[in-house]
């Protein structure tokens, strides 16, 4: 007999079947035994009525593997409205000890140190899993959106030789006695690929060995990358961008549903046009409005961020908003400066609900204006970087989404860690 999944159940009304999963929960009656089994599909409902069975049955501990064999018969009550009756059992394999919380309840009753370091059995608790799944629904989005717009998926390094980009603090390795580095980013690579397929993008993981201990970064997290060569400037890259993110939430509508009912979420819509604020405009809105001293300032704070958020609902009602023109001396070297005033640059970032999400803009394509921007370094470090260069690039950019700070914020929990697997921190190397 094939094995059929709990979310199936409900095709297969009269019919006999073959579940298999974890014993998710057991709830004893005086006349009757409800076993809650749990796959990778959902959960389904058991029900034991014979004495001996349900004898036997009685001291399995929570996530004992089982398999059950049932008739599939309508109930109300039951998950999806069926459940499995006169059950034949088999335990195939049994936890050696019951696990460190209840994995039954809406919420683990546990805090997040905890979770983190039982991560192997946190993760299969469907509100955790949701999180997870929601992830790979928004990279699935990533990938289908780039790919209908001509991009091509590349797979770059992730340890190079030099700590280049923009001084930012790495990760230093030894690769076979030689002094190596984890990448910061596929900034440069993509790049270069541009030279190749004009349009490239990346899902992969990135290195920041910067000491922050908030609730916002990680130490390593997966960045979804992309590069488009033949721009005008950085505002067709905020147009493939808004793009990207409507198939991002349209994947998770579509492949993650069954999630969505795990987690209080409330899916965004991306308007047509994402409502853009200049820098400078918006440190003089904010100032206005809050008394806090922000102009002149060459970044936004996180409670500046707060409120452009709060005016794009207000105002727009959006949960998104560009910010454009940034400091060209914020920015790093391969920013594009604003040809109408070389103090600010063809720069962006998006802020979702408040928060910075996505950082993007357009580079330098001009061996010369690398050369200028680079005065003062040692070449020889960017060498390969600068051939793509050399021999002719035309006008690109592009943008880079946190793939945790987006489902974080997207499920608006608190921590970003909730969002990440495992997560890398400053102080967390291990499960």
């Known amino acids: 007999m094939e094995r059929t999944l709990a979310a199936e159940l409900s095709a297969n009304a009269g019919q006999r079947v073959r579940l298999a999963g974890w014993l998710h929960h057991q709830r004893q009656l005086a006349q009757v035994t409800f076993l809650l089994l749990r796959d990778r599909s959902g959960i389904a409902q058991v029900v034991l009525t014979d004495p001996a069975d349900r004898e036997a049955l009685a001291e399995l501990l929570a996530e004992t593997v089982v398999e059950v064999e049932g008739n599939v018969v309508a109930n109300d009550q039951a ?89 930012a603090n790495v990760f230093p390795i030894d690769w076979f006695g030689r002094r190596a580095y984890l990448a910061q980013s596929p900034q440069f690579y993509k790049q270069i690929m541009v030279g190749v397929f004009e349009r490239v993008y990346e899902v992969g993981p990135v290195f920041r060995a910067e000491p922050h201990d908030t609730v916002r970064h990680l130490a390593e997290y997966l960045s ?86 709060e005016w794009a609902h207000t105002e727009h009602e959006s949960d998104f908003v560009f910010v454009t023109g940034y400091p060209i001396s914020k920015r790093p070297f391969y920013t594009q400066p604003d040809p109408t005033n070389p103090a600010a640059s063809n720069s962006f970032d998006l802020l979702f609900r408040g928060l910075e999400l996505v950082t993007g ?48 914020r997207l499920a608006g929990v608190s921590n970003v860690r909730e969002a990440t697997l495992f997560p890398r921190d400053l102080h967390r190397l291990t499960p």
Do not use: C
């Open 79 to 167: 998950p999806a409205g069926v459940e499995l009756v006169d059950p034949k059992v088999a335990v195939l394999a049994e936890p050696a000890a019951a696990p460190p919380f209840e994995l039954r309840r809406p919420k683990v009753n546990a805090q997040l140190p905890t979770l983190l370091d039982h991560a192997a059995v946190s993760l299969r608790h469907p509100a955790r899993r949701a999180l997870a799944q929601i992830g790979a629904a928004s990279a699935s989005g990533f990938r289908t959106a780039l790919d209908r717009a001509g991009f091509i998926e590349v797979f770059t390094p992730k340890v190079v030789a030099a700590a280049t980009e923009n001084g």
């Open 361 to 408: 803009g357009q580079r330098l394509h001009r061996y010369e204006d690398y050369l200028d921007a680079l005065q003062g370094q040692d070449l020889d470090l960017f060498e390969g970087y600068l051939e793509a260069f050399r021999y002719g690039m035309p006008a690109h950019g592009g943008f880079a989404i946190g793939l945790e700070r987006w489902v974080a």
């Open 224 to 309: 979804l990358d992309a590069e488009m060569g033949f721009i005008h400037d950085h505002h067709d890259v905020m147009r493939v961008l808004r793009d990207v993110l409507s198939a991002m939430v349209d994947a998770i509508a579509d492949t993650a549903e069954p999630a969505l009912r795990h987690i209080d979420l409330d899916l965004p819509e991306v308007p047509a046009h994402i409502p853009t604020v200049d820098f400078d405009s918006a440190q003089h809105m904010i100032e206005a409005s809050t008394g806090r001293a922000t102009i002149g300032e060459p970044d936004l704070s996180p409670p500046d961020e707060r409120w452009l958020g």
